[in-house]
């Protein structure tokens, strides 16, 4: 049944692409040789037979071109012709068709359905086209879907793709893994379930806070953003999550990629390994600062009885703790830094008094270095000062280990608009630029060429850019290698 429908009607026909030179003519010559049938059997009024003939050529014409194309509408177009001539001259029924049975309007008529059945055939033409087109574009995407489809399963990663135009939302199966759940697939529940479940610093995330509303709403992609995760089993999990929007042709948003990586275990590790070292350090704290005590009285002793073979001694000693303790204080603070703790408390007072009060313990501790302060007027700033004692002492220790014993070291300050500028001059070993931005970062150490590094742990310079950071500052070097280095760092004044 559907083939015969399909086979006569041509409107299921559309698309098909297939047009037949059979069809057209076995049809019109069956349909004219019935309606011959009826004429001679049955119809005697002229006008009747003549309106019937009309009609019945028209709908020909107009049946086979819409189901054969142009080739449809000529062929039929063709026979009706042929069936006129043969009303015409042979069948002796000239007087029935009076009005139309000149050649003359035969030629007409025939021009007229040849037109009409181009027309249509061109129409009908163009449809197929069209759809069959279509049909090529679908299949492609619905192909390239199912391979990207095959390859997000494959992926080893959790990833999350939120289509914007069919406000859906899909995993793979390694994030249902992960979040232990099925994605539920409509976006609006999604960014719902999300927002309920995703939390930053203990705090549950509003919708608009989401990575993938964020990039959806700002059209950039956001790199590696942790959030905590609070599963439906209550487990806690710590997420990397990174999400690229993806533009149509015309650059609007159609879906957000996310890939979410699981940094539970790094994350454990971490808070593990901060603990030990904030233990660990204040563990470290109370012997040495015992142990420095007790050296001071013994070599006060020492020195009362005049015993250089006891002061010596004693004297390195308490340079070596004067080491260790150092070491535990900044072990301490980059356990702070790292867990958010560290905490400066702001107070107003004079910048010039404490560049002063450092130089001043350097130049007892260090009487051979000739430490120089340029510009050090009254400068009043509002920050924590044991923490930028901190960093003062930091530069110029610095300064006095990276160059010679006789190299003069400048401290400068200027004040201008809205900060003040603090700069550590030496004339040391001084630094190759591709180092100038690494050397504050944790633990690096730049190593000369032969391989040598001097004693240090590479702290000093990232706990002073936090401390800076933490006073809405910034700090950076100039430095020429051989020539000498200049630290920077500014505070803001207002
Ligand atoms: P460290 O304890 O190793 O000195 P820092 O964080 O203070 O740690 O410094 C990091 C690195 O930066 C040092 O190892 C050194 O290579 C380089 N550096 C710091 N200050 C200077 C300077 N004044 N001149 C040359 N190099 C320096």
Not at 260 to 287: C, W, Y
Not at 342 to 349: A, C, E, N, P, V
Request: proline share 2%.
């Amino acid at each position: 049944m559907y083939k015969i429908r399909h086979f006569l009607n041509p409107m299921l026909r559309l698309g098909n692409g297939t047009y037949s030179y059979a069809i057209p003519t076995i049809g019109t010559l069956l349909v004219l040789l019935l309606l011959e049938f009826a004429i001679v059997n049955y119809l005697n009024s002229a006008p009747v037979v003549a309106s019937l003939i009309i009609a019945i050529s028209v709908i020909l014409v107009v049946y086979f071109a819409f189901r054969d194309g142009i080739r449809g509408g000529v062929i039929a177009t063709g026979i009706i012709i042929g069936y006129y001539i043969y009303i015409i001259f042979i069948s002796g029924r000239v007087e029935a068709l009076q009005a139309r049975s000149s050649i003359q309007s035969t030629f007409f008529l025939g021009l007229l359905y040849l037109v009409i059945g181009s027309i249509i055939g061109w129409l009908k033409k163009s449809i197929d086209l069209l759809i069959i087109k279509e049909k090529i574009a679908t299949s492609l995407a619905d192909g390239e879907r199912r391979r990207l489809k095959s390859v997000i399963e494959q992926m080893p990663v959790a990833i999350r793709i939120a289509n914007i135009r069919e406000k859906r939302v899909e995993g793979n199966e390694k994030l249902s893994e992960l979040l232990k759940r099925k994605m539920n697939g409509d976006f609006d529940k999604e960014i719902k379930y999300m927002s309920e479940h995703e939390y930053k610093n203990g705090n549950n995330l509003e919708k608009k806070e989401l990575v993938i509303f964020r990039a959806l709403k700002s059209k950039k992609k956001i790199v590696s953003e942790e959030v905590e995760f609070i599963r439906d089993d209550r487990k806690k999990l710590f997420l990397r999550i990174s999400a690229s929007p993806v533009f149509d042709r015309r650059g609007k948003v159609i879906s957000i990629v996310s890939v979410l990586d699981d940094v539970t275990g790094e994350k454990e590790l971490q808070t593990r390994k901060d603990n030990f070292i904030n233990m660990a350090s204040h563990e470290l704290k109370t012997p040495i600062t015992t142990l420095k005590l007790y050296l001071d009285i013994l070599y006060k002793r020492a020195k009362k009885l005049d015993n250089k073979s006891m002061t010596d001694p004693i004297e390195n000693l308490r340079i070596q703790v004067e080491r260790l303790q150092q070491l535990a204080t900044d072990l301490l603070d980059i356990s702070r830094i790292q867990t958010g703790k560290l905490r400066i408390t702001k107070q107003k007072f004079l910048l010039n008094e404490l560049i002063g009060e450092v130089c001043w313990l350097f130049q007892e501790t260090k009487p051979d270095k000739k430490i120089s302060i340029v510009n050090s007027n009254p400068i009043e700033i509002e920050g924590d000062r044991f923490r930028l004692y901190q960093v003062l002492t930091n530069l110029l220790t610095n300064a006095v280990k990276y160059s010679e014993k006789d190299k003069k070291i400048i401290i400068k300050s200027k004040q201008s608009d809205g900060h003040v500028q603090v700069s550590v001059k030496d004339h040391g070993i001084g630094l190759d630029p591709s180092e100038k931005h690494k050397i504050f970062n944790l633990l690096y150490q730049v190593k000369d060429a032969g391989e040598k590094t001097f004693p240090g742990l590479g702290m000093g310079l990232y706990i002073s850019r936090e401390i800076v950071r933490m006073h809405k500052g910034r700090i950076w070097v100039d430095s020429e290698k051989g020539k000498g280095s200049t630290f920077h760092f500014t505070l803001p004044t207002n």
